[in-house]
């Protein structure tokens, strides 16, 4: 087959308009699975050939993937995917899928997170089992629901019995050191078809309030009981000092190497390292994201990096559709579908 006899289909959101226009980009077929009431937007762009549209994604599933599938439809995931469906339904999925879906449990799984990255030579935040062994500054932060919503800092065991009292019966946070720094996340793309690691792009986060808490006076701050929330509206385009690209490429290769460990296909595709930069350059992660992140939508017509490695707008969308279109042409779908 070649590869116009595929297409390539994904879920109307996050990061589904680079996905999709990158997919034209390359030749392909496209196919946006869409919530009813989402599609002006996938229209407006033109960059879908073909809208589903569900109102409840878990519930029609399967019968949307029987769709896929007669239409040779090689899913893509992204962030909203995975938390729709949850990992286990995701692991259960018929469809073409591209991406390693062992990586998931890995990736869901704060124990089974850390013992990859710390595998991989990664510097991590220090995490308190006990909240009565905090000895500096901590981040709480509150799994599922609450997302960047409602986290706190706390400085000693006090402090942190005092502020827990306000999530009472939430118990699925995890505390962890804070690190004083920059917020950074590396966008990775490595390929198993011509076995490569590239690094796309950085970004750093457009979050409310934390972002704007610095507008007003600390005065002010405390009079008026601010409470520092990370929810997340919008990513920021970055270039780091060049010096630090040899470091970001050995971090790259170590995530790589040891997820090979861990799942036969390891890790390929778009991942992203999110992490804090001290004073000292020193990068801990405090989170991988093992697909395609929100933080590259800013680079639809390529990045900084792309651009001195194509010669055409690279996007990571595009770059994804690369990888399937030259898995196909050199018979190596398999390496890269799941
Ligand atoms: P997360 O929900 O893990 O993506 O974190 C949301 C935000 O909290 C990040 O973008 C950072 O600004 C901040 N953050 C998370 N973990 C830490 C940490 N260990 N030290 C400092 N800031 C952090």
Known sequence: MNFQDYAIATIG???????????????????????????????????????????????????????????????????????????????????MYYGSKDILEWESDRTMERKWLKDAGLKLPKIFENHKDIDRPVIIKFHGAHGGKGYFIANTPAEFEERIKDYEGDDDYVIQEYIVGVPLYAHYFYSPVNDELEIMSFDKRYESNADSIGRIAAKDQIEVGIQTSYTITGNIPLVVRESLLPYFFELGDGVVDASRKITPKGLFGSFCLEGIVDTNLNYYVFEISARIVAGTNPFINGSPYTDLRYDEPMSTGRRIARDIKEGIEQNKLDLIID
């Open 13 to 95: 959101s996050h990061t589904a308009l680079q996905i999709l226009k990158g997919a034209k980009q390359e030749g392909f077929k496209t196919i946006c699975v869409c919530q009813r009431g989402r599609e002006r937007v996938y229209e407006s762009y033109k960059v879908a050939d073909e809208i589903i549209l569900f109102d409840d994604l878990k519930a029609e599933y399967d019968e949307i993937e029987k769709q896929l599938i007669e239409k040779n439809a090689i899913m893509i995931p992204h962030g909203t995917f995975v938390s729709v469906l949850g990992h286990e339904k995701v692991s259960e999925t018929k469809a």
